[in-house]
Antibody, heavy 120, light 110 residues
Framework: QVTLRESGPALVNPTQTLTLTCTFS??????????VSWIRQPPGKALEWLAR???????YYTTSLKTRLTISKDTSKNQVVLTLANMAPVDTATYYC????????????WGQGTLVTVSS | QSVLTQPPSASGTPGQRVTISCSGS????????VNWYQQLPGTAPKFLIY???QRPSGVPDRFSGSRSGTSASLAISGLQSDDEADYYC???????????FGGGTKLTVL
């Protein structure tokens, strides 16, 4: 059974760096073809893809946030970490991690999401 | 705004068939397969359609997808009250070198 769970702070101050962890089970990110992405959704708004990391450590970032985002993995711990620097109120959103099979846009399993609010 | 264009809302009565469109360009839908996601209120998105028209295990055959040129569509037949949700299309975009989502369509079952 594949599961993913996001964890991290619920409240972040403006200008701080957000660090989110996706802990997963039921698959290995060292298996060829496996990928994990982060997607976010501001309250009442659409989904926005942020970043992806592949089994071979290839990384992809959304163009608009590329300078602020970092994605990494710890295969031994079954975790993927996302950092987003210089947080602002517009970054308030529910952040999801999702498994991908073979890249593209196929997110076959999603975590429940974690709401991050940016406020002083 | 979103790279992929969806109507913000759609509606139908129980038993009806509704379609939701997703319009893109040659750098995304024109070159890559489209996936669809269903997001019930207050929950995470769910994998609904992949590779334009394939259903993952467990998705009823009332849901179907298609792609033509730079557009795609999702059809739901035999509409049920449980289908009331937001629906998103997604695909890869060559110009952006990343995944793009539609703006989402809120389906209301009248």
């Amino acid at each position: 059974q594949v599961t993913l769970r996001e964890s991290g702070p619920a409240l972040v101050n403006p200008t701080q760096t957000l660090t989110l962890t996706c802990t997963f089970s039921g698959f290995s990110l060292s298996t060829r073809g496996m990928c994990v992405s982060w997607i976010r959704q501001p309250p009442g708004k659409a989904l926005e893809w942020l970043a992806r990391i592949d089994w071979d450590d290839d990384k992809y970032y959304t163009t608009s946030l590329k300078t602020r985002l970092t994605i990494s993995k710890d295969t031994s711990k079954n975790q993927v970490v996302l950092t987003l620097a210089n947080m602002a109120p517009v970054d308030t959103a529910t952040y999801y991690c999702a498994r991908m099979l073979g890249g593209g846009s196929t997110f076959d399993k999603w975590g429940q999401g974690t709401l991050v609010t940016v406020s002083s | 705004q979103s790279v992929l264009t969806q109507p913000p809302s759609a509606s139908g009565t129980p038993g009806q068939r509704v379609t939701i469109s997703c319009s893109g360009s040659s750098s995304n839908i024109g070159d890559y397969t489209v996936n669809w996601y269903q997001q019930l209120p207050g929950t995470a998105p769910k994998f609904l359609i992949y590779s334009n028209n394939q259903r993952p295990s467990g998705v009823p055959d009332r849901f179907s997808g298609s792609r033509s040129g730079t557009s795609a569509s999702l059809a739901i037949s035999g509409l049920q009250s449980d289908d009331e949700a937001d629906y998103y299309c997604a695909t890869w975009d060559d110009s952006l070198n990343g995944v793009v989502f539609g703006g989402g369509t809120k389906l209301t079952v009248l």
